[in-house]
C-alpha cells in the first residue's frame, strides 16, 4: 500500500524558510509525480508544485523563487523548501503522488509567526 | 492560470436531499478534472477522476458531469458522512488549479 508522511516543524518565524520532509512508502519515488499542496485557513488550496520521476521540477509561479521540491530517492523521501515565509503561508501541508492525486499524506500544520 | 469558479462556497442540506456542487472553468480544460472530499483532520479524497467517473470504493450515489464549461458534483441522496468539504482541482494545465472549495453542512 502507497503511504505518505510529511514532518517538519510546526512553527516557522517569519523571514526565515519553510523545510518539510514526505516520506514515502509502498512506491517508489523514481516513478509517478510527487507534489506539494497546501490548504489555508479558510478552505483556499493551492498546488505548490511536483518532482517527477526523472528528478525535473514544475512549480506555482505564484511562488516565484522562492520554492524548491528535491529529493532523495535511496530514502525515498521528497522535501519543500519554501523561503522568506510571511504569516500568508500559514497552512496546512500536504504531500501527494501528483498525476491523479490518488495517495496523499495526513498533513502537517505549519503556523508563521514569531 | 486557469480560474476555477466553484459554487456554491457553503450550504446546509438535509439527509435524503439531492446536492449538487460546481465549478466553472475559465479555459478549455476537457475533462481534466477530479473531485475532492475533505473532513475534518483528514487529507482529501478523490471521488471523481476525469469529470465523470468515480473513484474506487465511492458510493454510488456521488457522481459527475459536465456541460459545456460547467463540472458538477451530485450526490443524490445526502447521507450523514457526506458532511465535508469538497474541492475541484483541474489538471489540464500547469499551475494546476483548485476551485474555492464547498462546505457541506447538515441543516
Known amino acids: 500500500e502507497v503511504q505518505l508522511q510529511e514532518s517538519g516543524p510546526g512553527l516557522v518565524k517569519p523571514s526565515q524558510s519553510l523545510s518539510l520532509t514526505c516520506s514515502v512508502t509502498g512506491y517508489s519515488i523514481t516513478s509517478n509525480y510527487w507534489g506539494w499542496i497546501r490548504k489555508f485557513p479558510g478552505n483556499k488550496m493551492e498546488w505548490m508544485g511536483y518532482?517527477?520521476?526523472?528528478?525535473?521540477?514544475s512549480y506555482n509561479p505564484s511562488l516565484k523563487s522562492r520554492i524548491s521540491i528535491t529529493r532523495d530517492t535511496s530514502k525515498n523521501q521528497f522535501f519543500l523548501q519554501l523561503n522568506s515565509v510571511t504569516t500568508e503561508d500559514t497552512a496546512t501541508y500536504y504531500c501527494?503522488?501528483?498525476?491523479?492525486?490518488?495517495?496523499w499524506g495526513q498533513g502537517v500544520m505549519v503556523t508563521v509567526s514569531s | 492560470d486557469i480560474q476555477m469558479t466553484q459554487s456554491p462556497s457553503s450550504m446546509s442540506a438535509s439527509l435524503g436531499d439531492r446536492v449538487t456542487i460546481t465549478c466553472q472553468a475559465s479555459?478549455?480544460?476537457?475533462?481534466?478534472l477530479i473531485w475532492f472530499q475533505q473532513k475534518p483532520g483528514k487529507s482529501p479524497r478523490p471521488m471523481i477522476y476525469?469529470?465523470?467517473n468515480l473513484a474506487n470504493g465511492v458510493p454510488s450515489r456521488f457522481s459527475g458531469s459536465r456541460s459545456g464549461s460547467d463540472y458538477s458534483l451530485t450526490i443524490s441522496s445526502l447521507e450523514s458522512e457526506d458532511m465535508a468539504d469538497y474541492h475541484c482541482l483541474q489538471y489540464k494545465q500547469y499551475p494546476r488549479t483548485f476551485g474555492g472549495g464547498t462546505k457541506l453542512e447538515l441543516k
Open positions: 501527494a503522488r501528483g498525476g491523479h492525486f490518488d495517495y
Open positions: 476525469y469529470a465523470t
Open positions: 518532482i517527477s520521476y526523472s528528478g525535473s521540477t
Open positions: 479555459q478549455d480544460i476537457g475533462n481534466n
